[in-house]
């Protein structure tokens, strides 16, 4: 089962770039690291996936170095409402609908204007 | 996409008793998780609920304690039996549309904060 490690807390200004790296260092061959927010008194919320290399949707870019026992969440141009806790997902499928699922302890983010 | 919703959203409970937590969803999905959270804390997997057949417990979690029940593709319940004060926590709810191990986005239910006195 994969191990998460990542920053228990953070701050930024507002509009700086902000990068969330989480340390999963016995990731297996088919484990996908994902990203999830989330704020006080909801669930969390998708953010982003990946497998390897980069990834980037209309929100976040993922990185992933080769050997993968990291992953890089990067937050553009953070605002006052990207102030919540990410964590950091490795999901561990082994087929027939069996899932291991391992989450961090979350970073905190704090937005300052 | 999926939306969720959880009854209740809070509950306070005496020692001893049983609550159980709904959980419905907008759509059919093929995966549906039980998860606890503690206030400040992350997210522990309590079960995974197999839709027609028993739920699949991780470590540390057991049925007799936490019964769970999956009648159909969008509906779920998570009991917490014979509770303690230890049980007060946010129980969360959370299903993948897909299980293809590519397309892993959970949605998550609300949550059900739990006070056990």
């Known amino acids: 089962l994969a191990k998460t490690t990542q920053p228990i807390s953070m701050d930024s200004y507002e509009g700086q770039e902000v990068n969330i790296t989480c340390s999963h260092n016995?990731?297996?061959?088919?484990?996908?690291i994902t990203w999830y927010q989330q704020f006080p008194s909801q669930g969390p919320r998708f953010i982003i996936q990946g497998y390897k290399t980069k990834v980037t949707n209309e929100v976040a870019s993922l990185f992933i170095p080769a050997d993968r026992k990291s992953s890089t969440l990067s937050l553009p141009r953070v605002s006052l409402s990207d102030t919540a806790v990410y964590y950091c997902?490795?999901?561990?499928?082994?087929?027939?609908?069996?899932?291991?699922?391992?989450f961090g302890k979350g970073t905190k983010l704090s937005v300052i204007p | 996409s999926a939306v969720i919703s959880q009854k209740p959203s809070r509950d306070i409970c005496q020692r001893g008793t049983s609550l159980t937590i709904q959980c419905q969803v907008d759509s059919q999905v093929t995966m549906m998780f039980w998860y606890r959270q503690q206030p400040g804390q992350s997210l522990t997997l309590i079960a995974t609920a197999n839709q027609g057949s028993e739920a699949t417990y991780e470590s540390g979690f057991v049925i007799d304690k936490f019964p769970i029940s999956r009648p159909n593709l969008t509906f779920s319940t998570l009991t917490v039996s014979n509770m303690s004060p230890e049980d007060s926590s946010i129980y969360l709810c959370s299903a993948l549309p897909y299980s293809s191990g590519e397309e892993d986005e959970q949605f998550f239910g609300p949550g059900t904060r739990l006070t056990v006195l």
């Open positions: 016995n990731i297996a061959t088919n484990d996908y």
């Open positions: 997902l490795v999901v561990s499928y082994s087929g027939a609908g069996s899932y291991q699922l391992t």
